[in-house]
C-alpha cells in the first residue's frame, strides 16, 4: 500500500453563507460556543476497479463535536474541491440511518462506533480530539471496490432476486384482514424485516458470509402466513444465491449482530438453517404420506 | 390556452370504472412487444415496474442509487392511509376522498382524489400479501392510528418504518420480474434527457454513473417516477440525492411544470444546528399525538424548559385549535411555529425551534408506555442532538419535506407530452395546495399498482408509433447535448464549490420562497436566483472527468436543474396571488392569520411551459371544477 | 462440519467416562479391567474406530475447504478489522486448537494405544508417562485447547443445526465443554501430583 500524505487540507469553512442555518438571516449559531476539534484521516483512495488503490491521510480541522461523520467528510470533499482536487467518492443518501447507502468501515469496524447505527448516524462527538481515523471500504468478493470507498452491493439484490418476495401479482391479493396474525408473529417479522441491506454483515464477518442478510429475509417472510407457499423453495434459491455470488460461509462467531444497525438477531440464522435443514429433509422424499379421503 | 384534464364525465363514484371500461387494451400476446420506460424504483417506479412487467410488457428500470430498494420512499416514516373502515369510526371512500381534498385546500382534482381514496383499499390488500408487516391489534387484524389533520383511524403502519416496509415489498415484486427477465435493471444510472420524436416521449439518455457512458434507450412510453424537488432548498429532509433533474429535463423538452410553489414543509423536523449541516431530519408527525407544541409565553424567556411554570407557557397550537389541537394539518402547525419564533419566543441556541413536551403523557401513560409507542423515534432524536427527550422536551422546527407540485398529468397520469408518464411525488395531481399526513405512500402505489396498468395499455393501444432506433437523430442530439452540459460543468473551473452554491441558492429560497411569502420578497429573490445561477457557471468547481465515477459531477448537474427550476417556483408563487395550503402570501390573511384563498380567481392548476432559462415561462391553466364538495375556508378551531 | 464434530463430542464423552476410572485409587484394577473389556470386543470398537476416523477426516476436510473459502471470499483484507462482538479466543483460534489436537491424536494414539504397556499394565504405563513434567504439561495445554474447541464446537453446532442461538444453550455450551476438558485435565494432574 502507497501511503501517500496529503497534509495542509485546513478545512477552512470560508464561505461567506455558511455559518448562518435555515431559518431566516436571524439565526446564527454563535461560533464562539461551538468545540472546536480536528483529526487525521487515513483513507482507502481507490481510481476504479481495476485500480491499485492506496491509503492517503488526511488532516480535518474546524470541526465540531456536533458534526455527523460524513457532514465532516463533505466538509473535507469541499475543501479538496476548492483545491481542485477529486473528492473522496463514498455512497450515503437519506442520511437518517433507513436507506443502507453508507458503507465505511471505521477504524475496523463497519458503522463505526455505537451500537444500533449506521454510519450516517455517527457523530464526531464519538472521536477525541486529535484523533487519527482509518476510513476503509466494505471488502469482500462479492462487494467488488467501485471507486474509493464505494462497493458494488448488487449481489444482494440478485439474492433477493432469486426468492426475496411472495409471488403475489398485483391485483390478486384477498381481503388485507382475511388472515389474522398474531401481535407477537407481526413483531417477529418485522424484527426480521428491518434490514436495510447496508451490507455490514458482510463487511464484519471473518468469512464475508451474508447469511444474516438471508436469514432475515427468510424469516420476515416464511414466518407470515402469505409466505408459506414459496416457503422451501425461497430458502434453499436464496442460499444457493448467496454462494453462488461467492459470500462465504457461515462459522457462528456473531460478529454480523454486533454491527447490525438494525440490531438483527442471530437466532434469524438458526431459523434459516432449521429451515434449510427441513427443506432438504421434504425434497428428498421424506415427506408425510398425504392420503386423500 | 387552457388545459384539458381529460376528466371522465358521469358521476364521481362511477368515473374511474366507466374510464377503465372505456380505455382500449393491449391484447396480452402483444405486451411483450412494447417497451416501458420507467426512470426511478421509489414506491411509484418499483410498483408499476413490478405490475406492468407482471402483465407482460418489457420493462427498463432506471435508478441513481446502488439498488433500487434505496430509493427516498425508503425513508417514509408513519403511514399509509385507507379508507378500509376497519375501525367503524365512519370512515368511507368519500370520506377519505373529501379530507384530501380538504386538506389540500381545494386546489386538487376531485376525479383523481376520488379515485386515490378508491384504491386505497386494494393497495393494502397488495402491500398484506407481499407479506408487508403492517401493525396488528391482539386479535391479529391490521391495526390503524389516526394520523395528522384527520377525525378518523384509517393509517396502516409498520413501526415508524412503513415506507421502508412498502417499498420492500414492491422491490420485492420488482426483483422477483428482474430474475424473470422481464425487467432490466440499471442501478447507478441517471437520465439526463427526455428524446421527443415527433411530439411523442420515445426514450431517454442516461449516464451510467459508475463508467460515466453516455446510454440511449428507445421505449413507447417513458414513465418519470423520480420524486420531489424539496432539495431545491438545499436543506430538507429529502435524502441527499433526491432531485429534479429528471423532471426538469422532462419540462426543457416540452412537459408542463404545474403548481411548483406548493411545497410542504414539515412542522416536526430536528432543528438545524450549523452551517456544515448536510440535511435535516424529520420525526415522525405521530409524535403531535401525544406530545404538545410550546414556547415560553414571553419573548426572550432564556430559562431552561423545567423552571418555566405553566403559567409563562404558551401551548399555542391548543390555544389557537382548541378542537384539533396539536394535530392540526401540517401548513397550519409550521406556520404557528414560524409565528411564535418570529415573535422572539422561539428556543435554543438559534432561536429557531419550539418545543415538543411529553411530560404529560410520560406522566398520564408512563414512561414505559411512551417508549414502547416512540423509543424509536426518542433515541433518533437523543442520537443527533445528544439530548434525553424522556427527561427534556424536545426542541423541532418545520423543514421542507414534500413538494405537491410536479409536471402536469391528465386523469391518465400522462403528460401534455404524449407518451411521457409521471408518477408519484413528481407529478403534481392529488395533494392540490398541501398533502396530510399518510397520504404521500398511498398515492405513489395507487400510481403504480392500480392506475398506471389500465391508462398506460389505453395509450399504447390507441397510438400507433414508428419504429425507430437510437440512431435516430433525436436521440444523438440529446446525447450531444446532455455531454455538452457536462462539459461545460468542467470547464467552468471556478473558484466555490457545488455545495456552496446550492447552499446559497437554498437559503434563499427558504427565506423568500418558504413558509411564507410576499410579493416584493418573491420579486427580489427572482433577481437574486438569476444572479446566483450566472455565479454558478462562471465561478463553480468540478473535479475530475465525466469519464468516471465523479460524485461532485453529478451534484453539479442536479444543482445546475435546480437554479433553473428555483425561478419557476418563484414565478410561479408571485402568480399565484392568494393564499392556500402551503402557500402561504402574507398579503392573503385572515385577521387571525390563517391562510386567505381567493376562489374566484385561483381556482386552477398553475402548468408552466418551458421557453428558455432566464426566460419567463408561459402559464396555461386548467380550471378545477368542485362538483361535489363546497368550497370553504378550512377551518381546525 | 457440526455432525462430524458431535460424533467426536459422543467419544469423548465415553472416553471420559472410562478413563475416569484412572483415578479410582485402586492401583489401576478397575482401568485395566475396563482396557481389557474394550479389547475383548472388536467386532464393536473397530467399526468404531473406522467410523471416528471417517468423521475425523471429514471434519478436516471442511475445515480446510471453509477456510479456504473464506479466503477466497475476501481476497483483499482489511487494515483494520476489530471485533465487537461474539469473536472469542475459542472461535478465532479453532484452526490452531483443531491442528494442535490432530497432532495430539496421533501422539496420543502413538503413546497409549500402540505404547509398549508395563508388565502387560496400561494404568502403569499412563501412570509412568504422566510421572514426567513435560507430558503431563502437554497434556494439560491440549485439554485447554480442546476445551476451547470445543467451547466454540457446541454453540455453534447448535446454532448450525438450527437448535438456537440462545443464551442458555450457550451457557450449556460452556458448561459442558468444562466438564469435558477439566474431566480429562484431571487425570494427568492428579497423576502427576499423586505420583
Not at chain 1, 492517503?56 to 461523520?69: C, H, I, K
Not at chain 2, 402491500?127 to 403492517?134: I, L, S, T
Not at chain 2, 444543482?559 to 417556483?569: G, I, N, S
Request: glycine share 10%; proline share 3%.
Amino acid at each position: 500500500m502507497s501511503d501517500r500524505t496529503h497534509v495542509g487540507c485546513g478545512c477552512q469553512r470560508g464561505a461567506s453563507h455558511e455559518g448562518a442555518g435555515h431559518g431566516g438571516a436571524a439565526v446564527h449559531v454563535d461560533e464562539r460556543r461551538v468545540n472546536v476539534m480536528s483529526v487525521r484521516l487515513r483513507v482507502w483512495r481507490q481510481k476504479h476497479a481495476g485500480d491499485k488503490g492506496g491509503f492517503v491521510e488526511y488532516d480535518a480541522g474546524r470541526l465540531t463535536p456536533d458534526m455527523s461523520f460524513l457532514e465532516m467528510l463533505d466538509v473535507v470533499n469541499e475543501d479538496l474541491q476548492r483545491d481542485g482536487d477529486e473528492p473522496i467518492a463514498f455512497d450515503s443518501d437519506c442520511r437518517e440511518g433507513i436507506c443502507g447507502a453508507c458503507s465505511l468501515v471505521i477504524d475496523g469496524v463497519p458503522h463505526g462506533p455505537g451500537q444500533g447505527v449506521t454510519t450516517c448516524q455517527v457523530y464526531m462527538r464519538n472521536f477525541s480530539d486529535g484523533a487519527t481515523i482509518t476510513i476503509e471500504p466494505w471488502r469482500a468478493q462479492a462487494f467488488p471496490v467501485v471507486r474509493d470507498l464505494i462497493v458494488d452491493r448488487s449481489a444482494f439484490d440478485r439474492i433477493i432476486g432469486a426468492g426475496g418476495y411472495n409471488s403475489t401479482n398485483t391485483g390478486s391479493a384477498t381481503d388485507a384482514n382475511s388472515a389474522l396474525i398474531s401481535q407477537a408473529q407481526a413483531e417477529e417479522a418485522f424484527d426480521a424485516a428491518a434490514c436495510i441491506g447496508c451490507g455490514a454483515c458482510v463487511a464484519t464477518c471473518k468469512n464475508a458470509s451474508a447469511m444474516l442478510f438471508v436469514a432475515a429475509k427468510v424469516k420476515h417472510l416464511n414466518i407470515l402466513p402469505q409466505g408459506q407457499p414459496e416457503r422451501r423453495q425461497r430458502t434453499v434459491a436464496m442460499l444457493k444465491a448467496m454462494d453462488d455470488e461467492g459470500f462465504g460461509h457461515c462459522t457462528n462467531e456473531y460478529e454480523c449482530e454486533a454491527v447490525c444497525p438494525k440490531e438483527i438477531s442471530v437466532e434469524h440464522i438458526a431459523f434459516l438453517n432449521r429451515e434449510y435443514l427441513r427443506a432438504q429433509v421434504l425434497s428428498s422424499g421424506m415427506r408425510p404420506v398425504i392420503t386423500e379421503a | 390556452m387552457a388545459l384539458d384534464g381529460h376528466t371522465p364525465g358521469g358521476p364521481l363514484a362511477e368515473k374511474w370504472d366507466r374510464h377503465r371500461f372505456d380505455l382500449k387494451l393491449v391484447n396480452p400476446a402483444n405486451k411483450r412487444k412494447h417497451t416501458v420506460i420507467i426512470v426511478g424504483t421509489g414506491l411509484a417506479g418499483a410498483s408499476a415496474a413490478a405490475t406492468l412487467a407482471e402483465l407482460g410488457y418489457n420493462v427498463k428500470s432506471f435508478c441513481i442509487q446502488d439498488s433500487p430498494r434505496r430509493a427516498h420512499s425508503i425513508a417514509a416514516q408513519g403511514g399509509i392511509n385507507a379508507a378500509k373502515n376497519y375501525q367503524n369510526d365512519g370512515d368511507s371512500v368519500y370520506r377519505l376522498f373529501y379530507d384530501t381534498i380538504k386538506g389540500g385546500d381545494y386546489r386538487a382534482r376531485e376525479a383523481n382524489v376520488y379515485r386515490l381514496a378508491q384504491e386505497s383499499v386494494n393497495i393494502i390488500d397488495q402491500c398484506v400479501a407481499q407479506g408487508v408487516p403492517f401493525a396488528r391489534e391482539y386479535g391479529g387484524t391490521l391495526a390503524n392510528r389516526s394520523f395528522g389533520g384527520a377525525q378518523v383511524s384509517r393509517t396502516f403502519y409498520a413501526r415508524g418504518q412503513t415506507g421502508q416496509q412498502l417499498l420492500l415489498g414492491a422491490y420485492g415484486s420488482l426483483m422477483r420480474q428482474v430474475h424473470a427477465g422481464k425487467v432490466e435493471l440499471y442501478a447507478r444510472h441517471e437520465m439526463l434527457e427526455l428524446v421527443v420524436v415527433e411530439g411523442v416521449a420515445r426514450g431517454i439518455v442516461t449516464r451510467d454513473l459508475t463508467t460515466g457512458k453516455m446510454e440511449s434507450h428507445v421505449a413507447d412510453a417513458v414513465l418519470l417516477c423520480t420524486g420531489g424537488y424539496g432539495n431545491a432548498f438545499f436543506l430538507s429532509t429529502n435524502a441527499k440525492g433526491s432531485n429534479v433533474t429528471a423532471s426538469w429535463r422532462a419540462h426543457r423538452r416540452g412537459a408542463y411544470f404545474a403548481n411548483p410553489c406548493y411545497t410542504q414543509i414539515h412542522p416536526t423536523c430536528i432543528p438545524v444546528a450549523g452551517g456544515f449541516q448536510a440535511k435535516l431530519t424529520l420525526m415522525s408527525e405521530s409524535l403531535r399525538n401525544d406530545g404538545r407544541v410550546w414556547v415560553p409565553s414571553a419573548p426572550g424567556d432564556q430559562r431552561a424548559p423545567e423552571q418555566i411554570p405553566e403559567g409563562d407557557r404558551d401551548y399555542y397550537l391548543e390555544r389557537r385549535y382548541p378542537s384539533f389541537g396539536n394535530l392540526v394539518p401540517r401548513d397550519v402547525a409550521s406556520r404557528a411555529a414560524k409565528q411564535a419564533c418570529d415573535e422572539g419566543r422561539g428556543v435554543g441556541a438559534t432561536g429557531r425551534a419550539v418545543y415538543l413536551d411529553f411530560a404529560d403523557a410520560i406522566r398520564r401513560d408512563g414512561e414505559s408506555l411512551i417508549r414502547q409507542k416512540y423509543g424509536n423515534l426518542f433515541q433518533m432524536y437523543e442520537e443527533i442532538t445528544n439530548e434525553n427527550p424522556y427527561k427534556s422536551p424536545m426542541r423541532i422546527y418545520p423543514a421542507v419535506h414534500y413538494t405537491m407540485g410536479g409536471l402536469w398529468v391528465d386523469y391518465n397520469l400522462m403528460s401534455n407530452l404524449p407518451g411521457l408518464f409521471v408518477l408519484g411525488e413528481a407529478n403534481f395531481s392529488d395533494h392540490g395546495a398541501n398533502r396530510l399526513g399518510a397520504s404521500a405512500l398511498m398515492q405513489g402505489l395507487s400510481d403504480g399498482y392500480f392506475v398506471i396498468p389500465y391508462t398506460l395499455g389505453g395509450y399504447i393501444a390507441g397510438t400507433p408509433l414508428t419504429d425507430i432506433n437510437t440512431s435516430h437523430p433525436a436521440f444523438v442530439d440529446a446525447e450531444k447535448e446532455a455531454q455538452g452540459r457536462l462539459d461545460a460543468l468542467l470547464a467552468v473551473q471556478g473558484k466555490r464549490t457545488v455545495d456552496d452554491f446550492h447552499r446559497e441558492l437554498g437559503l434563499l429560497l427558504w427565506d423568500h420562497c418558504g413558509m411564507a411569502r410576499t410579493g416584493a420578497g418573491l420579486t427580489q429573490a427572482l433577481e437574486r436566483v438569476r444572479e446566483i445561477r450566472q455565479q454558478f457557471w462562471q465561478n463553480v468547481t468540478v473535479s475530475g472527468s465525466t469519464g468516471e465515477l465523479n460524485q461532485a459531477l453529478e451534484r453539479a448537474g442536479r444543482v445546475a436543474d435546480f437554479m433553473e427550476f428555483a425561478e419557476t417556483m418563484i414565478h410561479d408563487a408571485l402568480a399565484r396571488d392568494e393564499s392556500c395550503g402551503g402557500h402561504f402570501r402574507e398579503e392573503h390573511q385572515t385577521e387571525e392569520g390563517e391562510a386567505r384563498r381567493d376562489d374566484e380567481n385561483f381556482a386552477h392548476v398553475s402548468a408552466w411551459e418551458f421557453t428558455g432559462p432566464g426566460e419567463k415561462p408561459t402559464l396555461h391553466k386548467e380550471a378545477l371544477e368542485f362538483q361535489n364538495v363546497a368550497l370553504t375556508q378550512r377551518s381546525y378551531k | 462440519m457440526a455432525l462430524t464434530g458431535l460424533m467426536w463430542y459422543g467419544f469423548l464423552v465415553g472416553h471420559l467416562a472410562g478413563n475416569l476410572t484412572l483415578l479410582s485409587g485402586d492401583s489401576g484394577a478397575a482401568f485395566d479391567e475396563y482396557a481389557g473389556f474394550l479389547e475383548s470386543i472388536p467386532q464393536f470398537i473397530i467399526p468404531t474406530e473406522l467410523i471416528l476416523l471417517l468423521a475425523l477426516a471429514l471434519h478436516v476436510y471442511c475445515a480446510v475447504s471453509l477456510s479456504r473459502e473464506a479466503a477466497a471470499a475476501r481476497p483483499i483484507g482489511y487494515r483494520q478489522l476489530r471485533s465487537v462482538g461474539g469473536r472469542s479466543v475459542a472461535s478465532r483460534s479453532m484452526i490452531w486448537s483443531g491442528l494442535l489436537i490432530l497432532v495430539f491424536l496421533g501422539v496420543h494414539i502413538f503413546t497409549f494405544k500402540y505404547g509398549d504397556r508395563i508388565d502387560g499394565s496400561l494404568f502403569r504405563l499412563v501412570q509412568e508417562t504422566f510421572g514426567h513434567a513435560i507430558w503431563a504439561g502437554f497434556y494439560l495445554i491440549v485439554m485447554v485447547a480442546l476445551g476451547l474447541h470445543l467451547w466454540h464446537a457446541l454453540r455453534s453446532a447448535f446454532q448450525t443445526l438450527g437448535l438456537s442461538a440462545r443464551p442458555t444453550l450457550r451457557r450449556l455450551s460452556i458448561a459442558f465443554c468444562t466438564i469435558i476438558a477439566g474431566g480429562f485435565a484431571l487425570i494427568p494432574a492428579t497423576m502427576f501430583l499423586g505420583g
